[in-house]
């Protein structure tokens, strides 16, 4: 029986580091176009908004020209000090887009999950009409929503007209700056603050700021951002749900299970990548919500639909604090990754056993295994 003669030591290895870099520098040659392209347009103007968050720039010239001078953390403490007009506004738009937060999150998580659901069963009829009307408003122009938006919730609009219709007088939704939760409170009563949430606190808030809760024209905005956002959310959960195999579901059945803790137990648990992509996305565009208020409202009524994204462009580009402008910027980035790393931690999987590592086979290990395979006793054939 012939048997192959070994390599030279050590002449496989290198001829293998010479592929891998060939094939390395291969990569880098097609990816650099869009390396440059990223570094030009995404880094350069990251990094000098860094250094505007830290000097003393007006807006004219270079800002890293020579009347430009280091400033420190100056720009920063003028926002989170809690005395100045400066950090009493950003107090306001965190706390209006923490309550926005708090309700877009959850409920377009919520009904984009239970859209998804509903037409990816097979009984239903007419699935891809359900689908596209469904994600229609998600493809549509978020300013001509928000124009649609003040019409539809305007004093004497379509909703106020409906409402009426069962003897309900609907606000004046983008006039009204009172929060629901006090509104709700002066309706069984309560009308003024207790002593104890009357002190500014933090950034400047007091205690019965915080609770308001979110305004009349906030809250005219969180439905139109639970309208507009479910259908695209409803084509990821589609997809995920499109994944799980029919004999997962089949044998939940022969173990008994109803619909419920079908979904719960079984199909709840394997949409959990895909939740957690929903999630952070819901998230970081629920901080980042701009457009709306800019063709909206501005802020009002009362800085009650003032963000920090709409804040940082209204404190650079109308205020000329460019340096706390920037600052804002980094400040509303530093929450949104904050955030997003706990709700990582949140919904990581538990009591999982921990994967054992992958070893690549190499022509070298399988070599080594050819060799050793053929050190053993090779049995004659029978003649």
């Given amino acids: ?10 002449g496989g290895t290198a001829r293998r580091r010479t592929t891998r870099g060939r094939q390395g520098l291969t990569g880098w040659l097609f990816i650099s176009p869009v390396v440059v392209i990223l570094g030009l347009f995404l880094v350069v103007p990251v990094l000098m908004a ?9 807006g004219r010239g270079s800002p890293v020209g020579g009347s430009v001078s280091f400033v420190g953390g100056q720009n920063y403490s003028a926002i989170l000090d809690g005395d100045g007009l400066a950090s009493r506004d950003f107090g306001t738009s965190i706390r209006n887009n923490l309550y926005y937060v708090l309700l877009v999150v959850p409920l377009q998580t919520g009904l984009s999950m239970f859209l998804a659901v509903l037409v990816n069963r097979q009984v239903l009829r007419g699935r891809g009409f359900f ?9 549509t122009s978020s300013v001509a929503i928000t124009v649609l938006w003040l019409f539809l919730f305007s004093s004497t609009g379509v909703v106020n007209r409906v409402l009426s219709f069962i003897s309900v007088s609907g606000p004046n939704w983008f006039q009204d700056p009172r929060g629901v939760i006090h509104v709700i409170l002066a309706a069984v009563g309560l009308r003024t603050a207790p002593e104890a949430l009357t002190a ?3 950034l400047g808030i007091s205690g019965w ?12 905005f969180i439905l139109m951002a639970i ?3 479910s259908g695209t959310f409803m084509l990821l959960f589609i997809a995920a749900l499109q994944n799980i195999s029919g004999e997962v579901q089949e044998a939940a059945m022969v173990d008994g299970a109803n619909g419920w803790q079908r979904f719960w137990q079984v199909t709840l648990p394997m949409l959990r990548p895909t939740l957690f992509t929903v999630l952070t996305l819901g998230l970081i565009g629920s901080w980042q919500v ?4 800019y063709t909206g409202t501005q802020g009002g009524p009362a800085k009650t639909t003032l963000t920090p994204a709409y804040l940082s462009f209204s404190t650079a580009f109308n205020n000329q604090r460019w340096g706390e402008g920037a600052a804002i910027a980094f400040i ?11 709700q990582r931690l949140a919904l990581r999987e538990r009591d999982v056993p921990r994967r054992r590592r992958m070893v690549p086979v190499t022509a070298s290990s399988t070599g080594a295994r050819t060799a050793s395979s053929s050190a053993l006793p090779v049995k004659e054939p029978k003649r």
Avoid: H
């Avoid at 029986?1 to 050590?10: D, F, L, T």
């Fill in 209 to 220: 700021e915080w609770l308001s809760g979110p305004s009349v024209a906030m809250s005219a």
């Fill in 332 to 342: 509303l980035f530093a929450i949104i990754v904050t955030l997003t790393l706990l």
């Fill in 290 to 293: 701009f457009d709306q208020i």
């Fill in 1 to 10: 029986m012939a048997r192959s003669i070994p390599s030279p030591p050590g």
């Fill in 131 to 139: 689908r596209t009307a469904f994600y229609f408003p998600s493809v």
């Fill in 50 to 58: 860094a250094w505007v968050s830290v000097s003393d720039w007006t």
């Fill in 200 to 202: 500014p606190g933090f």
């Fill in 227 to 229: 309208f507009t956002t």
